[in-house]
Every structure is written in structure tokens, then in C-alpha cells.
């Protein structure tokens, strides 16, 4: 009886031990899973990409990389990997080089035993062919918010399956929160693992929540003038330059970055010279009667008149706005075209009328698709209240090059659905700019770097500067559209 007693509990003993594994790899697996995984641009484009990503606790950093599905990791080289606590997670970071440019591959990465789902990203082929999308401004806090900007750029790339990457233009989420991050990546998380993304940092992002927007990607900030609040940075892809602004760095754009900008856009041979940066300088949106909005449209304007940028994409303001070619602020075939691509979510700001022709001149404006009251109206140059209901939605953008051609079509995925349960999507703008190829000749080799030294001493004349701006360029214009704002803020109740 004994025996059959102690047969009894071994038995037992047994179960409880084999029960218990799944229970112990399941909890192990849940602090090594692998989020927020995404593969940026890092460097030479034809050749390396850069991955980030998060996981509970701190883990090994490592990756897999395969092509036509065999693991091709030993030929390639990888940055030393990185894990650091990051708010109470562990963000993760490799970047690898050695890729063959035009080549498609995919990836897992992990901590060598538990991995991510499989990715995927396209090197570029160096040809003078390229596409992209933008979106912007999802600044989302909850999970329907983040599946309506979700659905936005997943129908971009259903429209253009192709794109090399997809340049998000800044406030990626609301409040820049680990929780909010978390439904991003829910909503994000497959596309992410897609595309190569080129970011840009916005002020939800970066502004006053430190180290958060650096930490999120992985990106090359060789040349980065500082990195606390976002990321100035540039790449080749195809015959285009990108020059990518932190419109965080003291408020708005530091000398340190003007200067960084300035010598960028003159060390490209490439025949296209494009910007994209989170805060717009021609808007007729909320945030266009601030400092800050101004400053970009004098002082950094004259950087991109100098460095002849051909077209310039911003967020920010939450509508759709493209200006003619401007050069020294005013209309100019030999000048830059500047797009504030409009909202991919669904926080939408109605136009403030009040500042047509005193922060913008009307007569700069190429399109505009305005909010008003919950609806998107299509301005058609006179009436400011025309309202087309297929309007109300997320806002998207397809631009493809081809040598010396540069195509930009606009579009908004309507929020509401046809009768039959169809998406609606609308073309709001459509662009073609031409220019002749081979006739851009460096003019500048020095080695484009601040260090910290030099941006601190920099830090005063740069808000000096801001400083000239606001009181003798911004207060007057301000002063003399308060009648107009408060006529506006009392019939419309707009300010």
C-alpha cells in the first residue's frame, strides 16, 4: 500500500513537472517577444538598412537575414548590437551593411531562440527610378484612432505596391506614451516589417519627450546636430538626395541645422533635391499664426532658395496644402514647391481664414483641401466653404521619379464607405514637376558634422535669431491680422 502510495505522488510530481513547462516558456516567451519592429533607412540605400525593436525584458540582440529564403547573415556585416532600457522596456537595435542593391529580403529578429514574425525590404537598385508614399500627423491615443491611420497607408501601398519606402512626417502618436506606442504598433506593426520607413520626427514626438523619437528607429545620426528631441539626417536613393529636418531643435530649426542643411543640399550630385520635415512653413492651418511657422518661411527658405531644393514635404497643420514654385517668397518657376500633406488620422484642422494674405498670400497657393466643421472642403480659389463629402478622410500621397520627371498624385480614403461597402478614394491633387538631369555639381566636401561643443555655442545666437524674427517680422504681421482673427473668432468662433 505503501508503494502504491509513493507511485501515486511520483505520479503527481510528474504531471505538475510537465504542466509546468509550457506555463515557464510561455512567460519566457512573453518577455522576449519580439515589438515595435521596424527597418528604417540607415546609410547607403543599395547596400545597408538599420532595425529597432522592443522587447519586455533584456535579452540577446539578433537577427536573420535571407535571401530567396536562404540565411545569408554570415556575408553581411552588423553594427555591434544595442539594448538599453528604454521607459521600462528594452529597445533594441542593429544595423546591418553588405546588401546587394536591388534585391529583395526578408528577416526575423530576436534573441537567437524566440523571433519575430518575417519581414521584408527592397534594397535600392540605383537606378533613376524611384516611388515613395507620405503620410503624417496619425497622433492618435486609441486603437480605433491608430486602425483609421492604419488603413490609410495600407491602401497607399495597394495602390502603390511598389514604393520604395514610406515617409511618415511626424506625430506618430498623441501623447508619445508606452501605451500609445503599443496600439501603434498593433495597427502599424505588419507594415512596419514591409517597407523600409524614412521618419521624420515630430513635435509628439520629440518636443519635451526626450530621447523617445531616437530610440523608436534606428537611424544614422552621424550628422545629426543633437538627438534629444529627433534626428536631422540625409540619403541617396535613386537619382534623388533626402535631406530629413528635426523641426524640434530649439522650437523650431537651429543655426546648427540651417547650416547642416545648407551643406547638404550643396555636396549632391543627384538630380532631385527633396525635404521632408514635421512643421510646415506655408499653412493656413491652426499653427500657422506662430513664431515658429514664420521662421521657417523666412530662414529656412532662404537655405533651400540657396540649395535650389526642388520640393519640400511637411506635416503638422492637418490639412492639405501645395504652394506654386516659390523662390525669396514669392512665385518663381525656378523655385521650391512646398506640400503640407495633409493628416493620415482623424484630427483634422478646419483653414483659419483669417491668416490668408497675411502669413500666406493666396496667391502662393497651387491646391488646398480645407477642414471646416468636420468637413474637408476643396477650396477652388475664391470660395472658402465649397464642400465635397468623398473629402472627409485620411490623406495620402504616391510620388514617383523618373529621371528628369517627378509625378505627385494626393489622395483621401473617405472614412465613410459607398452603399456597397467599398472604400472610396479620391485624388484631391496631382503634380508634375520636369527638370533637366546632370546639372547638379557638388559644391561642398567638407565633412558635414556639429559637435556638441559647437551646437552649444550655437544655442543663443539661434534663439537671437528667432528672437529678430518674432519681434520685428512676426509681432507686426500679427498685429495687423488681429482684427481679422477676432472678426473670425466671433462669427466662426475659429481661432
Given at each position: 500500500?505503501?508503494?502504491?502510495?509513493?507511485?501515486?505522488?511520483?505520479?503527481?510530481?510528474?504531471l505538475?513537472?510537465?504542466?509546468?513547462?509550457?506555463?515557464?516558456?510561455?512567460?519566457?516567451?512573453?518577455?522576449?517577444?519580439?515589438?515595435?519592429?521596424?527597418?528604417?533607412?540607415?546609410?547607403?540605400?543599395a547596400?545597408?538598412?538599420?532595425?529597432?525593436?522592443?522587447?519586455?525584458?533584456?535579452?540577446?540582440?539578433a537577427?536573420?537575414?535571407?535571401?530567396?529564403?536562404?540565411?545569408?547573415?554570415?556575408?553581411?556585416?552588423?553594427?555591434?548590437?544595442?539594448?538599453?532600457?528604454?521607459?521600462?522596456?528594452?529597445?533594441?537595435?542593429?544595423?546591418?551593411?553588405?546588401?546587394?542593391?536591388?534585391t529583395?529580403?526578408?528577416?526575423?529578429?530576436?534573441?537567437?531562440?524566440?523571433?519575430?514574425?518575417?519581414?521584408?525590404?527592397?534594397?535600392?537598385?540605383?537606378?533613376?527610378?524611384?516611388?515613395?508614399?507620405?503620410?503624417?500627423?496619425?497622433?492618435?491615443?486609441?486603437?480605433?484612432?491608430?486602425?483609421?491611420?492604419?488603413?490609410?497607408?495600407?491602401?497607399?501601398?495597394?495602390?502603390?505596391?511598389?514604393?520604395?519606402?514610406v515617409?511618415?512626417?511626424?506625430?506618430?502618436?498623441?501623447?508619445?506614451?508606452?501605451?500609445?506606442?503599443?496600439?501603434?504598433?498593433?495597427?502599424?506593426?505588419?507594415?512596419?516589417?514591409?517597407?523600409?520607413?524614412?521618419?521624420?520626427?515630430?513635435?509628439?514626438?520629440?518636443?519635451?519627450?526626450?530621447?523617445?523619437?531616437?530610440?523608436?528607429f534606428?537611424?544614422?545620426?552621424?550628422?545629426?546636430?543633437?538627438?534629444?528631441?529627433?534626428?536631422?539626417?540625409s540619403f541617396?536613393?535613386?537619382n534623388?538626395?533626402?535631406?530629413?529636418?528635426?523641426?524640434?531643435?530649439?522650437?523650431?530649426?537651429?543655426?546648427?541645422?540651417?547650416?547642416?542643411?545648407?551643406?547638404?543640399?550643396?555636396s549632391?550630385?543627384?538630380?532631385?533635391?527633396?525635404v521632408?520635415?514635421?512643421?510646415?512653413?506655408?499653412?493656413?492651418?491652426?499653427?500657422?499664426?506662430?513664431?515658429?511657422?514664420?521662421?521657417?518661411?523666412?530662414?529656412?527658405?532662404?537655405?533651400?532658395?540657396?540649395?535650389n531644393?526642388?520640393?519640400?514635404?511637411?506635416?503638422?497643420?492637418?490639412?492639405?496644402?501645395?504652394?506654386?514654385?516659390?523662390?525669396?517668397?514669392?512665385?518663381?518657376?525656378?523655385?521650391?514647391?512646398y506640400v503640407?500633406?495633409?493628416?493620415?488620422?482623424?484630427?483634422?484642422?478646419q483653414?483659419?481664414?483669417?491668416?490668408?494674405?497675411?502669413?500666406?498670400?493666396?496667391?502662393?497657393?497651387?491646391?488646398?483641401?480645407?477642414?471646416?466643421?468636420?468637413?474637408?472642403?476643396?477650396?477652388?480659389?475664391?470660395?472658402?466653404?465649397?464642400?465635397?463629402?468623398?473629402?472627409i478622410?485620411g490623406?495620402?500621397?504616391?510620388?514617383?521619379?523618373?529621371?528628369?520627371?517627378?509625378?505627385?498624385?494626393?489622395?483621401?480614403?473617405?472614412?465613410?464607405?459607398?452603399?456597397?461597402?467599398?472604400?472610396?478614394?479620391?485624388?484631391?491633387?496631382?503634380?508634375?514637376l520636369?527638370?533637366?538631369?546632370?546639372?547638379?555639381?557638388?559644391?561642398?566636401?567638407?565633412?558635414?558634422?556639429?559637435?556638441?561643443?559647437?551646437?552649444?555655442?550655437?544655442?543663443?545666437?539661434?534663439?537671437?535669431?528667432?528672437?529678430e524674427?518674432?519681434?520685428?517680422?512676426?509681432?507686426?504681421?500679427?498685429?495687423?491680422?488681429?482684427?481679422?482673427?477676432?472678426?473670425?473668432?466671433?462669427?466662426?468662433?475659429?481661432?
Amino acid at each position: 500500500m505503501k508503494s502504491l502510495h509513493n507511485a501515486f505522488l511520483s505520479l503527481l510530481l510528474c504531471l505538475a513537472l510537465v504542466l509546468s513547462v509550457p506555463t515557464f516558456s510561455f512567460a519566457q516567451d512573453e518577455d522576449c517577444a519580439v515589438s515595435r519592429l521596424s527597418v528604417c533607412v540607415n546609410g547607403d540605400t543599395a547596400a545597408s538598412r538599420g532595425f529597432c525593436w522592443y522587447t519586455k525584458s533584456k535579452t540577446d540582440t539578433a537577427l536573420k537575414i535571407f535571401k530567396n529564403g536562404e540565411d545569408v547573415s554570415s556575408s553581411l556585416s552588423f553594427s555591434a548590437p544595442v539594448c538599453k532600457n528604454q521607459n521600462g522596456l528594452f529597445m533594441h537595435k542593429l544595423t546591418v551593411s553588405g546588401l546587394e542593391k536591388g534585391t529583395e529580403y526578408t528577416y526575423i529578429a530576436g534573441n537567437g531562440s524566440v523571433w519575430s514574425e518575417e519581414g521584408s525590404f527592397r534594397t535600392d537598385d540605383a537606378d533613376s527610378r524611384l516611388s515613395f508614399i507620405t503620410v503624417s500627423d496619425v497622433q492618435a491615443s486609441s486603437e480605433d484612432g491608430f486602425a483609421k491611420g492604419a488603413a490609410v497607408l495600407k491602401k497607399a501601398l495597394e495602390q502603390n505596391p511598389d514604393a520604395d519606402f514610406v515617409a511618415n512626417l511626424g506625430d506618430f502618436t498623441n501623447d508619445c506614451t508606452n501605451e500609445e506606442w503599443n496600439l501603434y504598433d498593433r495597427a502599424f506593426g505588419s507594415i512596419n516589417r514591409s517597407v523600409t520607413l524614412v521618419p521624420v520626427a515630430g513635435n509628439h514626438d520629440g518636443l519635451g519627450k526626450w530621447n523617445w523619437f531616437n530610440n523608436m528607429f534606428n537611424l544614422d545620426t552621424s550628422e545629426s546636430v543633437q538627438t534629444l528631441n529627433g534626428v536631422n539626417y540625409s540619403f541617396d536613393y535613386g537619382n534623388a538626395h533626402f535631406s530629413v529636418l528635426n523641426t524640434n531643435d530649439l522650437l523650431c530649426v537651429s543655426n546648427a541645422q540651417l547650416s547642416w542643411l545648407k551643406n547638404d543640399l550643396a555636396s549632391t550630385d543627384r538630380d532631385w533635391k527633396i525635404v521632408f520635415m514635421h512643421k510646415s512653413p506655408y499653412t493656413l492651418g491652426k499653427d500657422g499664426k506662430w513664431p515658429d511657422a514664420l521662421y521657417l518661411q523666412q530662414a529656412l527658405a532662404k537655405v533651400l532658395d540657396e540649395g535650389n531644393a526642388d520640393i519640400v514635404f511637411s506635416g503638422h497643420d492637418h490639412l492639405y496644402l501645395r504652394t506654386k514654385k516659390l523662390r525669396d517668397n514669392k512665385p518663381d518657376e525656378s523655385g521650391t514647391t512646398y506640400v503640407l500633406s495633409g493628416t493620415a488620422g482623424s484630427k483634422r484642422y478646419q483653414i483659419r481664414t483669417f491668416l490668408a494674405d497675411y502669413f500666406l498670400d493666396t496667391s502662393f497657393i497651387g491646391a488646398l483641401t480645407v477642414q471646416k466643421e468636420g468637413w474637408a472642403n476643396y477650396w477652388n480659389g475664391a470660395d472658402w466653404n465649397s464642400t465635397k463629402e468623398t473629402n472627409i478622410g485620411g490623406c495620402f500621397s504616391n510620388i514617383t521619379i523618373e529621371n528628369g520627371t517627378l509625378n505627385l498624385d494626393a489622395y483621401i480614403l473617405a472614412d465613410e464607405k459607398d452603399e456597397n461597402g467599398k472604400d472610396v478614394v479620391t485624388k484631391i491633387d496631382s503634380l508634375t514637376l520636369k527638370k533637366d538631369t546632370g546639372k547638379n555639381v557638388p559644391s561642398c566636401e567638407k565633412a558635414n558634422k556639429t559637435d556638441a561643443l559647437d551646437y552649444a555655442i550655437g544655442v543663443v545666437p539661434s534663439f537671437l535669431s528667432l528672437a529678430e524674427y518674432t519681434f520685428f517680422t512676426w509681432l507686426p504681421t500679427f498685429l495687423r491680422m488681429l482684427p481679422e482673427l477676432l472678426r473670425v473668432y466671433i462669427s466662426e468662433g475659429t481661432f
